[in-house]
């Protein structure tokens, strides 16, 4: 019998491995898309605790980002593992005081967003900034599946702040930058 692998990155986030998977994606073109300068994107999000453990948590996800007007609708569903120290998988699940969102949702928008970024790319309709939801400064870290890299060379990594900027860049190249709240 063979076994399947699945491919499920992971992130080092602030001592905490974090495992997202993505079980349902779909977008939804409602109208068309004329002007950028009247178009603002609406989150709402959904987490709920599925299993705990001593050192580890499972999450159940679900973002549905919308425009005003309406254009397009990205739904988004899937679970979230975080695995770690008790005391720092609590700090992720914490809630920001500027925000109000829970830190461990900066780090699921930001795994989803290029899913989002390609879904519009086919529809063409607008999406969501990267930065939408604000990420804290945190280093967050890909950890790769596959065997380590050779000494000498270093993983991926990258803040938010530079995967946002990055994004940013190829939005205002690709004149879909939107403007916030």
């Not at 080092?12 to 300068?37: D, F, M, P, T």
């Not at 996800?61 to 569903?77: D, H, M």
């Not at 939801?133 to 000498?152: F, R």
Request: charged letters at 20%; hydrophobic letters at 40%.
């Amino acid at each position: 019998m063979k076994k399947e692998l699945a491919v499920n990155p992971q992130y080092s986030v602030s001592g905490v491995i974090v495992s997202i998977n993505i079980n349902s994606l779909h977008a939804e073109r409602a109208g068309e898309y004329v002007s950028k300068a009247d178009l603002f994107f609406d989150v709402n999000a959904k987490l709920e605790e599925q299993k705990r453990g001593t050192n580890e948590v499972l999450l159940g996800f679900e973002l549905i980002i919308s425009t005003k007007p309406n254009v397009v609708k990205y739904s988004i569903a899937g679970n979230v593992s975080l695995v770690g120290k008790p005391d720092d998988i609590k700090r992720k699940l914490e809630v920001n005081p500027k925000t109000k969102i829970p830190q461990i949702l900066f780090t699921i928008y930001q795994h989803v967003f290029n899913s989002i970024y390609m879904l519009s790319a086919n529809l063409n309709t607008p999406y969501p900034p990267p930065d939408l939801l604000h990420p804290m400064a945190e280093k967050i870290q890909i950890i790769s599946s596959s065997p380590q890299a050779p000494e000498g060379v270093e993983s991926q990594s990258a803040t938010p702040e530079a995967a946002a900027a990055q994004a940013s860049a190829q939005a205002q190249s690709t004149g879909n930058q939107v403007p916030s709240k």
